[in-house]
């Protein structure tokens, strides 16, 4: 009863098109000695096909995908695939004598069908292991008196141990820096190289008021776990420091290790032998059994993003001979992550007409995390002209290029076709960039759709001040002479200059 509680259809049905695909290819592409092979095996086909779908129904693979996990549905596939065949196996040696029937054909058919199964869930589980975050499997807590619990100072000794302790394993330097951003004299202050999840776990809460790792992040697997774990042990306003070894001094280390000629050939094999195969569902566990998840590649980005998601502010960071020292206040509580999309296609909540938020689609051009970093590159980044942030570490070098071109955009032709937006009008800003506009303009953009194509390419503003003025006169001139008909003069005048004037978006 509870299996047929929990049947789904869509795994059902993906098993039923497999088996009869396997057999239209097997009965027709195979080499096969009968001239009639439907007339010959289409009756034992049915019967593999039953014992298939009868066995995958009591092991419960026809249960949600979502319930399943990778390695236990692989194993089921193969159990079901080796009964079907055993059990056949025995049909066809008892009436083999009166149909001359093919092992052969039997073999084949197993094949096809647990490998056909296999790739589908294959398939399906590296997109779900690619769109989901990491999300901490410790349990939430309540914070009450979230203040800190003075301790006494160190002695002179322990002290004394603990510099020892932070020149030994991260020179000099690093401990003058200490010294300056923290107060690693008092007992409050936690400084480690490397802990286990249990022991950060087992760490007393708002007891340390600010806690110091000394391992790059680099080396860490679980790093949105263990960031949780800190938040959650620090009172409020806490301090973390954190450090890494950026993809920008990798890059400049192997240019100096590698002659000029190959340069190029040993910075790619390294992004993807220590970038993309961790991220990748099929290599990530074999790397992490290979290298012990030591010396993967991040970004400044993601690990600035990574900070924020997980309810951290940055305060400073500070270059320190190859590695990058962040350290952050801790002012929130980790948000409730279900998804990450890392894939090519990006989905943002922006605002449109009546100021009701939509989906915008456009293809990926800013590092994973990015999207967590929106305060802090205001904060940190002055705008350019056309009202871009200058010098936005969130971007990629192919993001870059894609920007340049529009190609990021393409996808927004989705929200053309859902009706969410239109040919000609102001940009759909985030929650941001949207409060950064003066109210009277903000009350006359949520009155009309966003564009694909703004009044920015028109006019060609300088900074923020020009784009509030041109989006301001066009959104008068809708006013005054209608959408249509404004929409049709600016469609001109842009075109124009993209063709002519070379205007383009980033």
């Not at 390419?457 to 008909?485: H, R, T, W």
Request: charged share 25%.
């Amino acid at each position: 009863m509870k299996l047929l509680r929990n049947l789904s259809y869509i795994p059902l049905l993906i098993d039923i098109v497999v088996l009869i695909s396997s057999c239209v290819i097997i009965l027709t592409l195979f080499p096969l000695t009968t001239e009639t092979p439907f007339r010959k095996y289409t009756l034992y086909f049915l019967i593999f096909s039953l014992v298939w779908l009868l066995s995958s129904f009591l092991m419960g693979r026809y249960q949600s995908f979502r319930t399943q996990h990778y390695f236990s549905s692989t194993f089921k596939i193969f159990y079901a695939a080796f009964i079907s065949f055993i059990l056949c196996f025995c049909i066809f040696l008892v009436s083999d004598e009166e149909y001359n029937l093919s092992e052969n054909v039997l073999l084949s058919l197993t094949v096809v069908v647990f490998a056909a199964n296999y790739f589908v869930s294959l398939i399906y589980f590296a997109y779900r292991y690619a769109t989901e975050y990491e999300v901490p499997d410790i349990p939430p807590v309540i914070r009450e008196n979230a203040r800190l619990k003075e301790l006494p100072p160190l002695d002179e000794k322990s002290y004394e141990l603990r510099c020892e302790m932070i020149k030994s394993h991260s020179g000099e330097k690093t401990l003058n820096f200490l010294k300056q951003q923290t107060d690693i004299r008092s007992a409050n202050t936690l400084v480690f190289v490397l802990r286990s999840t249990e022991e950060l776990i087992a760490l007393p809460e708002f007891e340390y008021h600010t806690i110091v790792r000394l391992e790059k992040l680099n080396s860490s697997r679980g790093i949105n776990k263990m960031l949780n774990i800190i938040n959650e042990k620090l009172p409020d306003g806490g301090l973390l420091v954190c450090c890494f070894d950026s993809l920008s001094s990798r890059k400049k280390r192997l240019s100096k290790q590698y002659p000029k000629g190959t340069r190029n050939m040993a910075d790619l094999l390294d992004f993807f032998a220590h970038r993309i195969l961790p991220k990748i569902f099929l290599t990530r566990r074999l790397y992490y059994d290979i290298t012990g998840g030591n010396n993967r590649i991040l970004s400044k980005t993601e690990v600035i993003g990574r900070l924020y998601c997980n309810g951290y502010e940055v305060l400073s960071d500070r270059k320190i001979g190859d590695l990058t020292y962040i350290i952050a206040k801790r002012n929130k509580q980790p948000e409730a992550l279900k998804k990450r999309h890392y894939g090519p296609l990006i989905r943002l909540k922006r605002y449109g007409k009546n100021k009701k938020k939509f989906t915008v689609y456009k293809f990926r051009t800013m590092y994973s995390y990015a999207e967590y970093m929106q305060a802090y590159i205001y904060q940190h980044n002055s705008l350019q002209e056309g009202g871009k942030f200058k010098r936005d570490i969130r971007i990629t070098p192919l993001g870059k290029f894609m920007r340049k071109y529009w190609i990021d955009e393409w996808p927004m032709l989705i929200n053309l076709l859902k009706g969410d937006m239109k040919i000609i009008g102001v940009r759909p800003l985030s929650e941001q960039y949207f409060n950064l506009y003066s109210k009277e303009l903000q009350e006359k953009r949520v009155q009309f759709k966003p564009g694909l194509l703004p009044p920015f390419y028109a006019d060609m503003p300088k900074n923020l001040d020009d784009i509030q003025a041109s989006e301001m006169k066009y959104l008068e001139a809708c006013e005054k002479n209608g959408v249509f008909i404004t929409d049709f003069r600016y469609f001109f005048k842009i075109v124009g200059n993209i063709l002519f004037k070379k205007a383009r978006s980033a």
